[in-house]
């Protein structure tokens, strides 16, 4: 007998709707067979769908069974469609009423007992039941949170295998998931350091501000110790808090890559800060599964790359096109997967290999040789789509020892959320978000220039001999300061505020 059971898997970001058909035949021998290019995790499902219905108190068919994959030139992996496969041999041997069939899919990994274990990928596979039109989903109850974030379907918690059965012969009725409730995870955002902590470096702090509210890539120059990595980590609590269409925008990329750990949306903007030994797949992505890279898991948030010129330089020029396009398509084996990838780059470098070109206390014992070495590593083409360059000089002993606490990042956040109101009612037509994501045709129809103003810059392109990146961006960091002082049009302190964080690549 012949029955069809919907699951689904995922490729890239994208729930694919999967028919796993079971046929138990009336007669031959007994055998147990997978097709439709199924992985080594998937042929290794036979033995646990087995065992978990026999432990059910079932009987497994003592004839031919095929199970096969449909559509079968998709590559399958995982051990999700362990719950579907032992649903579909359940099904046509008549211990399951079929009809649910119609209008359900389930994903699930069976553990020996019988009992189903979590997967990832299940928020793309929610949304892909919605799409489909499909009204119920049965997955892992460790699961059905995360699928709550889509409304409109029944999510359904699978305890146990025995669990589904009685209630498919309606024996036993299982409750539907509440919807997820967005206050609640508003409560959950926490920050690790807050911007009243970091002593001193007031220009930095503008600097990091004027990023925060357009959206701006940085770079941090200066000595050990002069606090980079802490005003990085500090940079996260002054961003805009993300609206529901983030949350889930960012939290199906945690799914599929089985970082969804604790039942926790991310409800906080990603901070990802891989080590310099990161290799090129692990930054943009890719490997055998296609799966998401750091640049990717780090999208509407911070992606922090410490000692900047140390990591490989085939990795650093990876980040040219994400850098301009927000996204990333990487092309394997197994296909074609497109991943978000729009993140605020926070850079951060010593002057010289030693760390003390420049300061005022302690020598460098760097040769020119070495110094012009260490600053090759990072090419021009990655430096100029830098937005911001500025010194972190060490911080004076004065502000170290005082007493009195900096400004908040709550403080912050508020002028920053005001500037990007600001920045939402101009693109409100557009898809774009922020200032640094403007094209050219954006700042020619949004960005104000007063005729001094103008002027000012025309002067700078000629004698800094700026590029044409350049230029364009700095009208757009012109742009969001204006923002921070709330004027519609850029003036010449706009522009020479600007320029000055240009200057140090030049």
């Known amino acids: 007998m012949l029955s069809k059971v919907f699951s689904a898997t995922t490729l890239g970001l994208d729930g694919v709707l999967i028919t796993v058909e079971v046929d138990v035949a009336a007669r031959g021998f007994p055998s147990f067979k997978i097709v439709g290019l199924p992985s080594k995790a998937i042929e290794e499902s036979k033995e646990r769908v087995r065992t978990a219905i026999i432990n059910t108190s079932f009987s497994m068919p003592e004839t031919k069974t095929v199970i096969n994959l449909a559509p079968a030139d ?20 008549g211990f399951i009423e079929k009809s649910f069939l119609h209008s359900s899919l389930c994903v699930g990994e069976l553990s020996l007992d019988g009992r189903v274990s979590p997967v990832p990928g299940i928020l793309p596979i929610a949304t892909l039941v919605k799409r489909q039109g499909l009204k119920n989903l049965f997955i892992p109850i460790d699961n059905t949170k995360e699928a709550s974030l889509v409304d409109g379907i029944q999510v359904f918690g699978v305890n146990t295998l025995s669990d589904l059965i009685l209630h498919v012969n309606k024996e036993v009725e299982l409750k539907p998931s509440a919807p997820v409730s967005w206050d609640s995870l508003r409560a ?14 007031q220009q930095a702090k503008r600097a990091l501000e004027i990023a925060a509210a357009g959206g701006h890539n940085i770079l941090l120059k200066g000595p050990p110790g002069a606090g980079k990595t802490m005003l990085a980590r500090a940079f996260p609590s002054i961003l805009p808090r993300m609206d529901e269409q983030e949350i889930v925008e960012v939290s199906k990329i945690y799914s599929v890559t089985e970082a969804f750990k604790d039942n926790k949306f991310v409800v906080c903007r990603p901070f990802r800060s891989p080590h310099h030994t990161v290799s090129r797949v692990g930054l943009i992505g890719g490997s055998n599964r296609l799966n998401p890279g750091e640049i990717s898991l780090a999208h509407r948030g911070v992606l922090f790359l410490d000692e900047f010129p140390e990591y490989p330089r085939s990795v650093i020029e990876s980040l040219r096109q994400p850098l301009e396009d927000g996204i ?62 500025i010194d ?21 956040r508020q002028r920053v959320d005001a500037a990007r109101s600001r920045q939402t009612q ?22 104000l220039i ?25 009208v757009k960091l012109a742009q969001t300061i204006a923002d921070l002082d709330e004027k519609e049009e850029i003036t010449t302190t706009h522009i020479s505020e600007a320029i000055q964080y240009r ?3 030049e």
């Open 74 to 93: 998709i590559p399958k992996e995982g051990s999700l469609f362990d719950l579907p496969i032992a649903v579909g041999i359940l099904a046509s041997q």
């Open 188 to 201: 959950e955002e926490q920050y690790e350091i807050d911007f009243k902590d970091v002593k001193g470096q």
């Open 328 to 389: 990333v398509t990487i092309t394997r084996a197994v296909g074609t997967a497109t991943f978000p990838a729009r993140f605020i780059l926070i850079a951060a470098s010593n002057p010289c290999p030693c760390g003390y070109l420049g300061h005022d206390k302690k020598p460098c014992y760097c040769s020119m040789q070495q110094i012009m070495k260490y600053k090759k590593r990072v090419s021009g083409p990655i430096l100029d789509r830098i937005d911001i360059h």
């Open 392 to 412: 972190v000089p060490p911080v004076k002993k004065d502000d170290l020892s005082s007493v009195q606490d900096a400004e908040t990042s709550l403080s912050i």
């Open 426 to 447: 101009r693109f409100i037509h557009s898809l774009i978000k922020t200032n640094a994501e403007m094209t050219t045709h954006h700042t020619k129809k949004h960005c």
């Open 450 to 474: 007063h005729n001094d103003a103008e002027q000012l810059l025309k002067q700078a392109f000629s004698k800094l001999s700026l590029s044409a990146r350049s230029y364009f961006k700095i």
């Open 503 to 505: 200057v140090k690549e």
